[in-house]
């Protein structure tokens, strides 16, 4: 069992042992940390099993002309010189939120998310997905302006300083079901405020008068 965390580790408290996954991956630049980089979690009888698939330097118990053998994991799969400056960053970014807390961090959205969803809802024009209980939610609210393309609804936020993702978001399947080309998806963190809530709900009452047909 593989788990893609990588939208979970800066939202929300997380037990790796808890979930009993094999492997657990998430990404750097998600959780506040430098691009490049990311971590894979994985139990000492999974990474025992593996073969390293990139060779470099730094990796090897023992080489001949005929075979090589691999020191124990995890630096049998850590070849070469590794992004050292790119750790050092998530390092103090992981760091940054453990001290918050992320029971903090998980409350923050939640406040975000509720304040997003009873702002939203009062324009006619906007279809939001998704559970409509905000405590079933966590820090995103993905809609659509009605007869209005989503990168066209993200290119109107953008022009106003307001930062959203447009499209199929990696899930074509679900869109189709939707019935729609895409989705725009506002996500908060916790360096959003409720004041730029107000500003996303302004912006998109600006965007029905001007952009619905």
């Known amino acids: 069992m593989v788990l893609d965390a990588a939208q979970s580790i800066p ?8 979930l009993g996954c094999d492997f657990l991956a998430f990404s750097g630049h ?20 593996m073969e390293p698939l990139i060779l470099g ?7 001949t002309l005929e075979s090589a053998t ?10 070469g010189t590794p992004p050292i400056a790119e750790a050092v960053g998530l390092r103090v970014a992981l760091e940054y939120l453990t001290r918050i807390g992320m029971d903090r961090v998980f409350a923050h959205d939640r406040a975000l998310v509720r304040t997003a969803l009873d702002r939203l ?6 279809t939001i997905y998704g559970p409509s209980d905000p ?4 820090g995103i609210v993905a809609f659509n302006l009605r007869g209005v393309h989503p990168h066209d609804v993200a290119a109107f936020l953008d022009q ?7 499209g199929n978001h990696c899930a074509q399947p679900l869109m189709t079901a939707l019935g729609s080309p895409g989705v725009v998806r506002a996500s908060f963190a916790l360096y959003n405020t409720l004041e730029e809530v107000d500003v996303l ?13």
């Open 121 to 126: 809802r009062q324009l006619r024009d906007l």
């Open 57 to 63: 330097g730094g990796m090897v118990r023992d080489v």
């Open 30 to 49: 998600k959780a506040l940390g430098p691009t490049g980089i990311g971590v894979p979690l994985g139990t000492a009888e999974r990474l025992a099993e």
């Open 135 to 138: 405590e079933a939610r966590v």
């Open 201 to 213: 709900a302004r912006a998109l009452e600006e965007a029905a008068r001007e952009l619905c047909p």
């Open 11 to 18: 939202h929300l408290k997380v037990d790796v042992h808890a």
């Open 160 to 166: 106003r300083g307001i930062a959203v993702r447009a």
């Open 70 to 79: 691999f020191l124990d994991p995890p630096r049998r799969f850590e070849g």
